[in-house]
């Protein structure tokens, strides 16, 4: 027989395995920040250049199983969850990965200092981006369970918790982003103008990464319920 | 009629060959799909699927298998029509049994999803059709079985739904899944026994001679049941919880799932034989019974039941020279299927295919259980289905029914020239 057996044919590829992988790429990607802050805050742009390297390579990665999953995704497929939500899901999970990658590379190529006393805040408010981003990797990661129980009200419940956890996580980085940007104005005078727009910048990406984390959430909480 | 007299053991034999060809076909394929889903699941290994397998189709076939074997021997063609010349009748289904063979053959070699139930039915039509007349045709017949084909599927997924979401609620959602699932499992092996019980005591047993009034045949299968449920309780114990990942310890809920499995796939086999082997000894009870009679078409010869065991010798004779390879081909690719899915959907596809087997309706098994596994995702029971390949194994009979019926017209005029 040369084909398969057609009843084996039935049971498609699941996507979530895929989607789990992807998110842990984009946590890597975004936990090199802090390898890359430190290395910028020590004026070290050698070890900064590598990290880069690092984080772009992580993200075309996450760029190569967002479309492994996007692919493996024809219509006929049938799903206990929705095959828009699942996509919008990938691409929210990718566009962590790309912000990581955004920050790495402006910081590197204006060889961007952070004032001394920014510094430390700066160290602080990365890891709360990071934080996030971890939470949000441990909340997909359950979809296994998930899927398991067969959505069962135990598992939606815990996973609405890690969800909620993930929205006060991603609300600490937006006071520390508050803080940060208000010590960058007492700053600002004494700095070049520009170099003040690209630390603007900065710290907005840097909130991105927790605000992308928390939609991650949001979405994995719309795909539950039906 | 003095075709009949003169050539009559060549029949028998020729009758014989392709039935046992037939049924040796549908132990080496057929099976592999029913039996499938338990070795996917890993509740059972690949032997000791063979061995469930041969005790099981074979007491499915010569247990509950006489009213399919009726059907297909005396619901689809009119006895009367034949009663000047009962060759035709035999040359027709010797044409039907080979015309069905050799569009299984042909399909299952491009890897096809066809049923040997639309094959067997299409060529019987097509050559009572055709070859004799249209009245000649139970029509009325042919289309309740048609009817059949399509709410088969239909019965099976709402099973297969209902049973992953009465586990879903009763197990899953509760407070200690582990411990729920030992409480529960019992309760499904006694519906289990129940049912194949059911079938047996009020249609099955009637061949063999004991008859059973409707009350007595409940109180037995409810008995039946109870025993089953005795036993997987004991069974249970010796169950133990190990360190599992995830809060909900899942993985020691499926280890009292594959226990369950293990009945499952029983009762999956004995549904399995007790349709399926109809399509192959349906028509070799009808040549028979008309050879035996010298050519009167009209008797009521019951089957004999030497004839079911042919079937069922012929299902196992597949199964373990060439079964056990597309068990565990078909196995090894359904690895989605954990226990407490391929539970709901093998029960579902077994009850179905049992009640159908008691009203004499020949199903097609695989298309039940892809009704039931539909069903358990329909529940958000399992990952990833691929509907196209659902779309084309149901549209396979569109194709397999006048496929049967054009090779079993071609074979019918072929022997009736060469007879006749």
């Given at each position: 027989m040369p084909s398969s057996n057609p009843f084996s044919r039935l049971f498609g590829r699941s996507p979530f395995g895929p989607l789990q992988e992807h998110i842990a790429k984009s946590h890597a990607a975004s936990e090199q920040l802090r390898a890359f802050m430190t290395a910028v805050l020590a004026d070290d742009w050698e070890e900064a250049a590598r990290v880069r390297e690092l984080i772009n390579q992580l993200e075309h990665e996450a760029d190569d199983l967002k479309r492994e999953i996007r692919l493996g995704l024809p219509n006929s497929l049938f799903m206990p969850v929705s095959r828009s939500d699942l996509l919008e899901l990938v691409s929210l999970q990718d566009k962590i990965a790309n912000r990581a990658k955004d920050i790495a590379g402006l910081m590197l190529g204006r060889k961007m200092q952070i004032p001394e006393p920014l510094a430390k805040p700066m160290i602080g408010f990365i890891n709360s981006g990071i934080a996030a981003v971890e939470q949000a990797r441990q909340t997909i990661n359950e979809i296994d369970e998930l899927l398991e129980s067969g959505f069962g009200r135990q598992v939606t419940d815990l996973l609405t918790q890690m969800i909620e956890k993930l929205d006060s996580l991603e609300h600490e980085a937006d006071q520390l982003e508050v803080e940060i940007r208000g010590q960058l104005f007492e700053l600002e005078k004494e700095l070049p103008p520009v170099d003040v727009m690209f630390l603007y910048r900065i710290i907005d990406w840097v909130g991105e990464l927790s605000d992308r984390a928390q939609r991650v959430g949001g979405r994995l909480q719309i795909l539950m319920a039906r | 009629m003095s075709i009949i007299l003169e050539h009559g053991n060549t029949f028998i034999l020729l009758a014989c060959l392709f039935g046992f060809f037939m049924a040796w076909g549908i132990g080496a394929n057929d099976v592999a799909n029913a039996m499938g889903t338990s070795v996917g699941s890993k509740a059972i290994t690949i032997k000791q699927a063979i061995i469930i397998a041969i005790i099981f189709e074979f007491a499915g076939a010569w247990l509950a298998g006489g009213e399919v074997t009726s059907t297909i021997r005396k619901g689809i063609v009119?006895?009367?029509?034949?009663?000047?010349?009962?060759e035709l009748l035999v040359f027709g289904m010797l044409a039907s049994l080979l015309a069905a063979g050799i569009w299984l053959l042909t399909a299952s070699y491009f890897g096809w999803p066809v049923s040997t139930t639309h094959s067997i039915v299409g060529a019987i039509v097509g050559f009572a059709a055709v070859g004799i007349s249209m009245?000649?045709?139970h029509w009325d017949g042919v289309g309740k079985i048609a009817m059949s084909w399509i709410t088969s599927p239909l019965l099976s997924g709402t099973l297969g739904f209902l049973l992953f979401k009465s586990l879903q609620k009763?197990?899953?959602?509760?407070?200690d899944p582990f411990a729920a699932a030992k409480r529960y499992v019992p309760m499904y092996i006694f519906f289990v026994g129940f049912i194949i019980a059911l079938v047996t005591f009020t249609k099955g047993l009637k061949h063999l001679g004991l008859d059973i009034t409707g009350f007595e045949a409940l109180v037995y299968s409810c008995l039946s049941g109870l025993g089953l449920a005795l036993l997987g309780f004991w069974l249970e114990r010796n169950i133990k919880r190990e360190q599992a990942s995830?809060?909900?310890?899942i993985a020691n809920v499926e280890k009292v799932f594959a226990l369950l499995m293990i009945f499952t796939a029983c009762a999956m086999a004995f549904a399995h034989g007790s349709n399926d082997v109809a399509n192959a000894i349906g028509p070799l009870a009808a040549i028979i019974s008309v050879v035996q009679a010298g050519g009167?078409?009209?008797?009521?010869?019951?089957?004999?039941?030497w004839v079911l065991l042919i079937g069922a010798g012929g299902i196992v004779a597949g199964l373990v020279m060439y079964g056990h390879k597309v068990i565990a081909t078909v196995g090894s690719h359904i690895?989605?299927?954990t226990p407490s899915r391929g539970f709901a959907a093998t029960l579902a596809t077994a009850t179905t295919v049992v009640l159908a087997s008691g009203i004499g309706m020949p199903i097609s098994t695989t298309h039940t259980l892809v009704g039931g596994v539909l069903g358990v995702g329909l529940a958000?029971?399992?990952?990833?289905?691929n509907l196209r390949v659902v779309g084309s194994i149901f549209a396979s009979w569109l194709v397999t029914l006048p496929a049967g019926a054009i090779l079993s017209i071609i074979i019918f005029f072929i022997l009736k020239a060469s007879f006749g």
């Open positions: - | 009119d006895a009367e029509v034949f009663v000047g010349n009962p009245d000649s045709v009763l197990i899953f959602d509760s407070q995830g809060k909900l310890q009167d078409v009209a008797s009521k010869v019951a089957t004999p039941s690895t989605e299927l958000r029971g399992l990952a990833a289905l």
